[in-house]
Structure formats: structure tokens, C-alpha cells
């Protein structure tokens, strides 16, 4: 098993700028969750899926959007890129209440 | 909303020693707690899960425990290694999972 999976490592962008962050499992997770990584603030919720066509707003939704129309894959959308978007971006999954897997993360730049 | 600390941002200890993590948060109407390590530039790896209904869990060298009452969980590392040198994160919840900040923990050899 691959695990979790996102791509790409490493963005630059402009200001207002669009892109998709991918994230896939291949462990048959129904749970798939996005998380922004900001030093000294932890992780924070941004967008949660428990399950093809379900999705949910976690804590810091504002400016991204997300779809899970297969139980594999959870892809993240800037809309306009802005500088405060600046962060590392991880993928995680599970199954219900067990243990979550990360990916190895996206290290976002926004100019 | 829930609100996760862990106290310290930082510890540094010589290898050998025995050391406790903290975690404490704001709601005790929590799904489950893990514990989590991430080295840098990586991702997190989960060490260790405790549902709400437990008060401990423990793989190896660690010991997570669990009290909802006083809203506090504590990590347990026996014996520390250089190899433990890493952040320490904690997080509770279920789909809407709150993370702490973490502990940086260095083990000096």
C-alpha cells in the first residue's frame, strides 16, 4: 500500500492565482480530511469528507473548496490564491475513529 | 469550540531519562485523543489512540493516558532515545479533529 498520497511537494504561485492540491488513499478509508500546517498554531481543520459525495467545513474553510466523488481521492482548490494561504497543506485519512494517516505534506508559497 | 494546549513548546532532556508530555483541552465531550510524532519536514505519524471510554493505551517505551473529567491527557516516553527527538502533537475529536500546537522534544545523547 501506497498509503496517502498528495501532490505535488512544493508550490509557487502568484497572487491570485488557481490550483488543485490531490490528495489518495488506497486503504479504503471513508474519512479524508485536509489540514493547514502555520508555525506555533498547530494543525487546523479546513475541509472533512466522511464519505463519497459528503463533504464538510472544518475550522479555516474560507478561500478553498473540495469534492469527493470517489472514496480514493480528496482534492483540495485554492480559488484566488492570497499570501495569507502560505503553508504547508496535509492530507489525512482513516477509517471512523481509528487512527489518522498523513501524507507527507505540500509546501505552499503564495507571492 | 474546543481549545487543545500542550505545555511546554519545548523540552530537552539527556538520553535515559523519563519524560511526560501534557495535553489539555477545553471540551471533556471528546470522541477520542491521539497522540502523534512528526519529525521534520515530514508528515505525522500516529503513536497512539485512546477512545473515550479508555484511560490508557501503550505501545512500547510510551504510555498515553486519558482524563476527560480534568480534561487532560499526558504522554509517557520511558527511557528516551536520540531517536525520539522529534515534535510531539496531540488532537481530539473525531471528524472535526483539534490539534495542539505540540512539544518540541530534543533527547540528548
Known amino acids: 500500500n501506497a498509503g496517502v498520497t498528495q501532490t505535488p511537494k512544493f508550490q509557487v504561485l502568484k497572487t491570485g492565482q488557481s490550483m488543485t492540491l490531490q490528495c489518495a488513499q488506497d486503504m479504503n478509508h471513508e474519512y479524508m480530511s485536509w489540514y493547514r500546517q502555520d508555525p506555533g498554531m498547530g494543525l487546523r481543520l479546513i475541509h472533512y469528507s466522511v464519505g463519497a459525495g459528503i463533504t464538510d467545513q472544518g475550522e479555516v474553510p474560507n478561500g478553498y473548496n473540495v469534492s469527493r466523488s470517489t472514496t480514493e481521492d480528496f482534492p483540495l482548490r485554492l480559488l484566488s490564491a492570497a499570501p495569507s494561504q502560505t503553508s504547508v497543506y496535509f492530507c489525512a485519512s482513516s477509517f471512523r475513529g481509528e487512527k489518522l494517516f498523513f501524507g507527507s505534506g505540500t509546501q505552499l508559497s503564495v507571492l | 469550540k474546543q481549545e487543545v494546549t500542550q505545555i511546554p513548546a519545548a523540552l530537552s532532556v539527556p538520553e535515559g531519562e523519563n519524560l511526560v508530555l501534557n495535553c489539555s483541552f477545553t471540551?471533556?465531550?471528546?470522541?477520542?485523543l491521539q497522540w502523534f510524532r512528526q519529525d521534520p519536514g515530514k508528515g505525522l505519524t500516529s503513536l497512539l489512540l485512546?477512545?473515550?471510554?479508555?484511560r490508557e493505551q501503550t505501545s512500547g517505551r510510551l504510555n498515553a493516558s486519558l482524563d476527560k473529567s480534568s480534561g487532560r491527557s499526558t504522554l509517557y516516553i520511558a527511557a528516551s532515545q536520540p531517536g525520539d527527538s522529534a515534535t510531539y502533537l496531540c488532537a481530539v475529536g473525531n471528524n472535526d479533529m483539534r490539534f495542539g500546537a505540540g512539544t518540541r522534544l530534543t533527547v540528548k545523547p
Open positions: 471540551d471533556s465531550a471528546i470522541y477520542n
Open positions: 485512546i477512545q473515550s471510554s479508555q
